[in-house]
């Protein structure tokens, strides 16, 4: 029994080295290479002779029109590699499918060109480490404008983000729905530097992109508003005003005590007319009205007496 089992171990890891080691000649050696087993490269011509649709619609690829790298003769053969065997048996087991290959073996073949620019930090991103792959989003044959594998870029990202789709339908919220941004306006689904695949060095430094009045320089700032937006906003959409994190009131005061001024919406209520109540005050602005009323450069003041945020 132990013995059977350290036999087929022992085949398992000899196909393994096989796999391994075929896969490094490809890396190594380009689209040149002849593999071991003697299946050498065909060219593109052959496989057009039988995959028609894949053929014609590619010559409208951007990988196709990016001229050199894909001639007639190594197109095809770049990413599903040395086809000359399959050309022959007609049989799918003899080449690379990236649809069918697991998301790091896909990844690995796509890395080989593209492992910069917005796409240098995918290695250790959250999409690379929940195991999406490139053609989770992308599809060679059958993709949309950046071949993406949805005509609509939102779409792509909702395939599994339907938390935030049903942010998008709350009464405050940024116009993604309405197509004045999109989800990459604000994020790089394959790797950031910033936390939450945000697409800048920092959350205030994306927001201040299309909000750069709120940037200041402000004679009195906001601590809070300097720190971080999120402070006080949520990013894609809300039940309270403005992208309101919670209703202004109980904003203010998750932070400012309503003790004394300004007060909590209660300070004029019953308990304060309670004999030996501390929190007794006069609570006029708590009451009936919203801090902003007073508080209404709540962002940073420029006034010579605004270090309050009144004017
Ligand atoms: C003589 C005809 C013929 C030639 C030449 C040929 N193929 Fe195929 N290929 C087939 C057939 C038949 C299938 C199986 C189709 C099916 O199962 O629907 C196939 C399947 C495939 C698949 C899908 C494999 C899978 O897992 O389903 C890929 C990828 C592929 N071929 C790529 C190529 C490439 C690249 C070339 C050129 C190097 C090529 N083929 C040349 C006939 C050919
Ligand atoms: C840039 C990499 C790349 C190149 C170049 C490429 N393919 Fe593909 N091919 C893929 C990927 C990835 C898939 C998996 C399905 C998808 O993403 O569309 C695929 C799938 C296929 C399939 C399976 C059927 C399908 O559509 O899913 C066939 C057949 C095929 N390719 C043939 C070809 C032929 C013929 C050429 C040359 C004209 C070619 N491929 C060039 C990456 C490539
Ligand atoms: C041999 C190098 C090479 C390989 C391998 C390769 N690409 Fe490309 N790819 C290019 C070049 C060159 C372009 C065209 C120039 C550009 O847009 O960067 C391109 C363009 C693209 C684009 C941009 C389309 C657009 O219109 O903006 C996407 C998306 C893409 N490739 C995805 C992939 C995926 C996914 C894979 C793996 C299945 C892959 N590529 C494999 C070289 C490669
Ligand atoms: C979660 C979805 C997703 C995954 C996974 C993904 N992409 Fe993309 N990719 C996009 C979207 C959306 C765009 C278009 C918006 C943009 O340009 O940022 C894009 C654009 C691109 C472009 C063209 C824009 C440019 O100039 O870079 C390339 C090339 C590309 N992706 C390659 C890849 C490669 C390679 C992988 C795998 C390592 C990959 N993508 C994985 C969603 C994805
Ligand atoms: C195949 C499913 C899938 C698709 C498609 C997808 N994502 Fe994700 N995304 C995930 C998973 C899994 C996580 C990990 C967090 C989690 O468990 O929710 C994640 C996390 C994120 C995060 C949070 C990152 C962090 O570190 O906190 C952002 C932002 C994100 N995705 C944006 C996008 C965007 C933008 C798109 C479309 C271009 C997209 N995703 C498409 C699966 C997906
Ligand atoms: C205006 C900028 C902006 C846009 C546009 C945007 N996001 Fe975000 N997103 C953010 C910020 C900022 C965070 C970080 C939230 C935090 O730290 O709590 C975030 C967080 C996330 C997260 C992780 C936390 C969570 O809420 O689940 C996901 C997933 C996500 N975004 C997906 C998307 C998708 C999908 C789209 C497109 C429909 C999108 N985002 C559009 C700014 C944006
Ligand atoms: C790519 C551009 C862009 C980025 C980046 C961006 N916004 Fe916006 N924001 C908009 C647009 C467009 C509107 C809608 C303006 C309008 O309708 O007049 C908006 C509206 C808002 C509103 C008002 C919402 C309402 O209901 O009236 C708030 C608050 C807001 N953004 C906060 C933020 C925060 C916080 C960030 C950073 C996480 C951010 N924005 C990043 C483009 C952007
Ligand atoms: C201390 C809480 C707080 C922080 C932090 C904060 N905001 Fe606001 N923001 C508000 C409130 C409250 C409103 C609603 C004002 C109103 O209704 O008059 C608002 C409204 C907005 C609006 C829409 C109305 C307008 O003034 O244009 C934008 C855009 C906005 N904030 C962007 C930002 C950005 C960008 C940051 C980060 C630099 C930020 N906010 C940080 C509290 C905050
Ligand atoms: C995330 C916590 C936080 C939130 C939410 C917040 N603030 Fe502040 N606020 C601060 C901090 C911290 C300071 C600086 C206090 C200091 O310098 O002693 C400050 C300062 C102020 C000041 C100036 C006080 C002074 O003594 O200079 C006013 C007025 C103020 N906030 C009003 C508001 C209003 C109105 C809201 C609701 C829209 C609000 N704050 C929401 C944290 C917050
Ligand atoms: C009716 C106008 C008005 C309303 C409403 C109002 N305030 Fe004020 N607030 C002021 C004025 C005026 C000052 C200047 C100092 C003073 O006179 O007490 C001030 C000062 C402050 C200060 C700094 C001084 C201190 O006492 O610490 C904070 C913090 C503050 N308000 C927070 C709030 C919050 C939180 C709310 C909502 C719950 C609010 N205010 C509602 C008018 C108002």
Redesign the pocket.
């Known amino acids: 029994m132990n013995g059977r089992m350290s036999f087929f171990r022992v085949i398992v890891e000899a196909a393994a080295i096989c796999l391994l080691a075929a896969s490094v000649v490809y890396a190594e050696d380009g689209v040149t290479a002849k593999v071991p087993d003697g299946n050498g490269y065909a060219g593109s011509k052959v496989c057009a002779g039988c995959h028609k649709y894949e053929a014609v619609s590619f010559q409208t690829n951007p990988h196709m029109q990016a001229g050199k790298l894909f001639t007639e003769f190594e197109g095809c053969e770049t990413c599903h590699g040395p086809g000359a065997l399959h050309a022959e048996t007609q049989n799918p087991a003899d080449i690379r499918d990236p649809g069918k290959m697991e998301p790091a073996a896909v990844n690995a073949i796509c890395l080989g060109c593209h492992d910069r620019g917005k796409q240098a930090l995918w290695m250790g991103s959250t999409h690379e480490t929940r195991s999406l792959a490139c053609t989770t989003c992308h599809s060679i044959h059958h993709g949309y404008k950046h071949l993406l594998v949805k005509e609509d870029e939102k779409d792509v990202c909702f395939q599994c983000h339907q938390d935030v789709r049903a942010q998008l339908w709350r009464q405050s919220h940024h116009p993604i729905r309405e197509g004045k941004l999109t989800c990459t306006s604000c994020h790089n689904p394959h790797g950031t530097i910033a936390p939450h695949l945000i697409d800048a060095l920092t959350v205030n430094d994306k927001c201040f992109q299309c909000h750069p009045e709120k940037r200041g320089p402000y004679l009195f700032e906001h601590k809070p508003v300097v720190e971080n937006c999120l402070n006080c906003h949520t990013p894609h959409g809300s039940n309270h005003n403005k992208l309101l994190a919670r209703k ?2 109980y904003l ?2 998750s932070c ?1 005590s ?1 003790e ?6 209660y300070a004029m209520g019953a308990s304060s007319n309670v004999p030996g109540n501390p929190f007794v005050s006069l609570g ?3 009451v009936y ?7 209404a450069n709540i962002h940073g003041s420029n006034s010579p007496s605004g270090q ?1 945020f ?1 004017r």
């Open positions: 202004s009131l203010c005061q400012h309503g004394f001024h300004p007060g909590t919406m006029v602005q708590g009205r919203d801090c902003l009323n007073c508080h309050y009144l």
